[in-house]
């Protein structure tokens, strides 16, 4: 960009396809990175970022498509023989070992050594050489890893990389968990590594972020690459045009439902795991849906609510009684059902049976003197899985084998048999097929239209837009502008999530 | 600044020897034991009784370190001393024998290593299994009963008051002694041991590294193994027959000890330095509650519960320097 003259093209991708089962995460995509150069790498959640860098890395192998890396066929079999060839990766979760040094870290798989002993002040030198390359000298070498603040970490992952002799830097969602400051000083560094002629590929989904670091820049939709240029040339709506692109109208049923009194009320709410502080009201027989990035807070939001994580200032009302302190089980007597947006893992107990998973939060209505009355206990599991349309042989069924959609279902469920009056749902329809997705709809419609508040949090935000009755907008922990559905659109939507700046 | 932190590094390396120094402190002060506790030969023939499980706990430190365990290290050891005492009553050189015991031990771990390895099961099962395996083989070796076998300078190993008179204690607890010291420089020194912390640390981030961590972990059990036969052998020294019966929940006193000197089950963290604290913790409780004629319950009620107290300071250390 600096020097008129082309820069020579280090990486070209061409016709790279992914399948994972039905779905096709990568559809023909060609992708090229010229030296020195930052290309950032855009799209919505799910559009085949990670999989394509993945792919570039060597933890996953295209089905279709070729690589060429410095005019040579690359196709690398794992992450390590993609690092030998000059491909590194930082991924979101950090990959250090937390026990060992900074220096011990730096030179993993590499140590210098003689006769099996390491040579310690020499690797110490280079350690030093690379962190004073990247101007963090300050960084002791000696202090174990888990005492370095997050944006300390990333460093040393780059120092790593760096000692790595990466050509290509891939940086994924880099910035998501980083304070303005920490970012101000990556900016930085990736200026430096430019300089020396790295090529990096930045994703993210921070908007203003990318068109202040990135030369260039490519947007993939849906598993296809949609355009690639400049980043000079383009500006931040036609940026987000592509990201957006005409939508097919989706299906939304609507049930008729009207909002009454408040029955929950955020009072500058922060907990231990929240960056800003919260102010929120909702209504009976309201959705209001929360809009933003992955790791924009709004899990954190739902959590600290439930008492999963612990309250550190101001207070949650149900009713009009205010508390603060307290744990999921009293949350649950208050009326609270939290759909967990990890299914897998919190959500469910996956080897148990369908009437364990449902009736788990509320034993009562089959418990005497603490012995529980199985035959009733199927019958009532019986009768959700037919009023929710579950698939499933018998109640008895594993989780784990059904669909994700249906397993969904019986998450959803368990939060009706316990007769929640507050739903907070973390991404409800993540990862399900069509037919579940609009169910899952048409019940939130119902159970606003008998008086239940649903906090909605989704990332998609179309389905926003389709079922809530008030958006509220999310960006880096805090809450951006709350207004009703007819007054956003996915453009306002994104803009507001991605910058911070309500249109 | 620079001297308080200096004062905190070197309250930091002290740290570990507290538990000790407390537990010394407390038998010597009491009046009817003070004169018996303190004396040279009380402290040899406690260094002496402890060889057997600090050798374990020397090799145990490595598996917990790299965030395994070993539940067969008492089976292992049983199994190396019928060994020894097998091969002896069969005329072999008695230096023969001892290497045969220790093979067996290194063998044995070698076979935990790759089973863990290779059929991806959690150390904890591979080693249960063996726990029976091992057990079983020197029972069967060992035709059901003790192996007697003519006493030769092996038995010596273990003495009291060794011969010549100048190595002032039993070469077993020499012997000890120079393997922790050299453990511990392997583990502070050599590329081996940073990969033992890395694969304890973070497995995943050690593989992306290019360690190979299935050879590193195999190699640790392997050496494990190793400690164990020669625990045996000690054993064997020791009793001067091959009893399969022998140390049964023995690898609990291993674990104990390594857990104690700062060992964590999670992995990446550990000493040799504090796995041998923890050693003589425990031996020096043994040895003043039987002196003060406490019967064998009440030791098992403390030692239960320094285990406890032991990880909880530990964990609080941790959490306040985060």
């Known amino acids: 960009m600096q020097q008129n003259q082309p820069c020579p093209i280090l990486l070209q991708m061409k016709n790279i396809s992914k399948s994972f089962g039905a779905t096709r995460a990568l559809d023909n995509v060609d992708f090229e990175l010229k030296k020195g150069e930052v290309h950032a790498l855009l799209g919505e959640n799910g559009a085949g970022k990670s999989t394509l860098v993945k792919i570039l890395s060597g933890a996953l192998k295209q089905d279709e498509g070729s690589m060429l890396l410095e005019n040579f066929r690359y196709f690398p079999s794992s992450p390590l023989e993609g690092k030998k060839k000059g491909v590194s990766m930082i991924y979101q979760e950090l990959n250090l070992a937390p026990h060992l040094t900074v220096e011990e870290n730096i030179m993993l798989g590499k140590e210098l050594h003689s006769w099996g002993f390491v040579q310690r002040k020499e690797m110490k030198r280079r350690v030093r050489d690379a962190l004073e390359l990247i101007h963090h000298p300050e960084i002791s070498l000696d202090i174990p890893v888990r005492k370095l603040s997050i944006g300390a970490k990333q460093v040393v992952e780059i120092a790593r990389a760096l000692m790595e002799k990466a050509t290509i830097l891939v940086m994924d969602e880099p910035t998501s968990s980083l304070s303005q400051e920490d970012s101000d000083l990556l900016f930085q560094i990736i200026k430096r590594l430019k300089a020396q002629g790295v090529s990096i590929i930045y994703i993210s989904h921070f908007l203003e972020e990318v068109q202040k670091v990135a030369d260039s820049f490519t947007v993939l939709r849906d598993g296809k690459e949609i355009c690639s240029g400049n980043m000079e040339d383009t500006s931040l709506e036609e940026l987000i045009q592509h990201m957006v692109g005409q939508k097919v109208k989706e299906m939304f049923p609507q049930v008729e439902h009207t909002t009454g009194e408040v029955l929950l009320s955020l009072d500058k709410l922060m907990g231990n795991k929240m960056q800003a502080e919260v102010e929120l009201n909702l209504h009976c027989g309201e959705i209001l849906g929360l809009a933003g990035l992955i790791g924009a807070g709004r899990t954190e939001l739902l959590r600290t609510i439930f008492a999963l994580d612990s309250v550190e200032q101001g207070s949650i009302k149900v009713a009009y009684v205010g508390f603060s302190k307290g744990t999921p089980w009293q949350r649950i007597k208050q009326g609270m059902g939290f759909l967990s947006e990890d299914r897998q893992r919190e959500g469910l107990a996956l080897s148990r049976s369908l009437t364990d998973n449902l009736t788990l939060s509320n034993f009562s209505p089959y418990c005497r003197f603490g012995f529980l009355g199985l035959k009733k206990r199927n019958e009532a599991a019986q009768d959700w899985i037919q009023k929710m349309k579950i698939k499933a042989r018998s109640p008895e069924q594993r989780v784990f084998s059904l669909s994700g959609g249906n397993q969904q279902k019986v998450a959803l469920a368990r939060l009706l048999h316990q007769r929640a009056d507050i739903l907070l749902l973390d991404e409800p329809t993540r990862g399900i097929d069509v037919v579940s997705k609009s169910q899952i709809y048409e019940w939130m419609g119902q159970l606003a239209s008998r008086g239940k508040a649903i906090l909605f949090v989704s990332s998609y935000f179309p389905e926003l837009l389709g079922i809530c009755d008030r958006i509220a907008v999310f960006h880096r922990g805090q809450i951006i502008d709350i207004r009703h559905s007819s007054e956003w659109n996915v453009e306002s939507l994104m803009v507001a999530a991605t910058t911070g700046k309500a249109l | ?322």
């Open chain 2, 1 to 322: 600044m620079k001297r308080k932190k200096r004062l905190q590094g070197l309250i930091g390396w002290l740290a570990p020897f507290f538990g000790l120094i407390l537990v010394l402190a407390i038998f010597s002060s009491i009046p009817e034991i003070q004169d018996r506790f303190l004396r040279i030969a009380n402290f040899k023939s406690v260094a002496t009784q402890s060889v057997i499980v600090a050798l374990g706990a020397l090799g145990m430190t490595l598996i917990i370190i790299s965030g395994g365990i070993d539940l067969s290290a008492a089976s292992n050891l049983a199994l190396s001393s019928v060994i020894v005492a097998y091969a002896i009553s069969a005329g072999f050189h008695p230096v023969m024998a001892l290497f045969c015991g220790i093979v067996t031990g290194g063998l044995i771990g070698f076979v935990n290593g790759s089973l863990i390895t290779s059929l991806r099961l959690v150390p904890f099962i591979v080693t249960l299994g063996m726990l029976g395996i091992a057990r079983g083989i020197a029972k069967w070796i060992a035709g059901n009963q003790k192996i007697d076998a003519p006493l030769t300078w092996v038995n010596e190993l273990m003495a009291r008051n060794p011969r010549p008179s100048w190595l002032l204690m039993a070469p077993g607890v020499w012997l000890m002694i120079f393997l922790a010291i050299a453990l511990a420089v392997v583990l502070r020194y050599t590329v081996f041991g940073r990969h033992v912390f890395a694969v304890g640390s973070n497995e995943a981030a050690a593989r992306l590294c290019g360690i190979r961590t299935n050879r590193t972990k195999i190699i640790i059990y392997s050496i494990s193994g190793l400690f164990c036969g020669l625990s045996g052998a000690m054993q064997f020294s020791r009793l001067t027959v091959g009893d399969p019966t022998v140390a049964i929940g023995l690898e609990l006193d291993i674990i104990a000890a390594v857990v104690i000197g700062g060992g964590s089950l999670s992995g990446g963290e550990g000493s040799i330095l504090g796995s041998m604290i923890g050693v003589f913790i425990m031996a020096f409780l043994r040895n003043g509650s039987t002196m003060m004629g406490w019967p064998n319950y009440i030791q098992e009620i403390i030692i239960g519960a320094i285990i406890v107290v032991a990880v909880s300071l530990d964990q609080i250390r941790h959490r306040r320097e985060r």
